[in-house]
């Protein structure tokens, strides 16, 4: 979540130190349905307080990913389009995310399987559509780690009174303080 050439990226990418939000490893796909992070993440950690529109992921294959144990499914170029909110669907997940996929095939945007090796990262913008496959019928794992960052202004804290902003060098992350151990 920290790895240098990921800071690098997103230091560049936001002309400021990112803010590591959110951390979802996975040791299966989610099987969740074609959606955008950006209208999802509302992580405890910063709750609403954070630059939306910089909402960006790092997804990282801890073990090969193909179709046999459902790879990501990515729809490049989808973060172009303009989408209609979950609210718009009374909030109803299953009809978002059959209308985002209908949305982007019918706007030339088709859903690839992103064939990784262990170690490969994708970043991806946070309004990138994906989804984890299912269409496989194996039950192997497909390792993978998913984490958020943001643009967060460096005086932010969280909402959380257990959680303290981190400092990693020259990046931020929040977490609790290590308690001190007793006896
Ligand atoms: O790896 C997957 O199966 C999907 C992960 C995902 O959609 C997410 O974390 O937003």
Same mark, same amino acid.
């Given at each position: ?23 979802l490893?996975?040791?299966c796909?989610?099987?969740q ?20 529109e910089s909402?960006a992921?790092?997804?990282?294959a ?5 179709e ?5 499914i ?6 172009? =389009?303009?989408?209609?909110?979950l609210?718009? =669907? ?21 859903p690839?399987?992103?064939? $990784?090796?262990?170690?490969?990262a ?12 299912k269409?496989?019928?194996?039950g ?15 005086? $932010? ?6 959680l ?6 020259n ?7 290590a ?5």
């Amino acid at each position: 979540m920290l790895h240098s050439a990921i800071l690098e990226f997103f230091t560049a990418y936001y002309e400021m130190p990112p803010t590591e939000i959110q951390t979802l490893p996975y040791k299966c796909s989610s099987q969740q349905g074609a959606h955008s992070d950006m209208h999802l993440v509302s992580s405890p950690t910063v709750g609403a307080r954070y630059s939306r529109e910089s909402l960006a992921a790092a997804w990282c294959a801890c073990e090969r990913a193909n179709e046999e144990n459902r790879a990501l499914i990515i729809y490049p170029g989808s973060h172009r =389009f303009l989408k209609k909110p979950l609210s718009h =669907f009374d909030n109803n997940y299953g009809n978002w995310v059959e209308d985002l996929d209908k949305f982007c095939r019918s706007n030339g945007c088709h859903p690839e399987v992103f064939l $990784a090796e262990k170690r490969n990262a994708l970043i991806w913008h946070g309004d990138l559509l994906h989804a984890g496959g299912k269409t496989s019928k194996s039950g192997s794992t497909r390792k993978s780690l998913v984490v958020h960052y943001c643009r967060l202004v460096e005086e $932010a804290e969280s909402p959380s009174p257990s959680l303290k902003r981190m400092k990693h060098k020259n990046d931020w992350y929040f977490a609790q303080p290590a308690q001190p151990v007793v006896g």
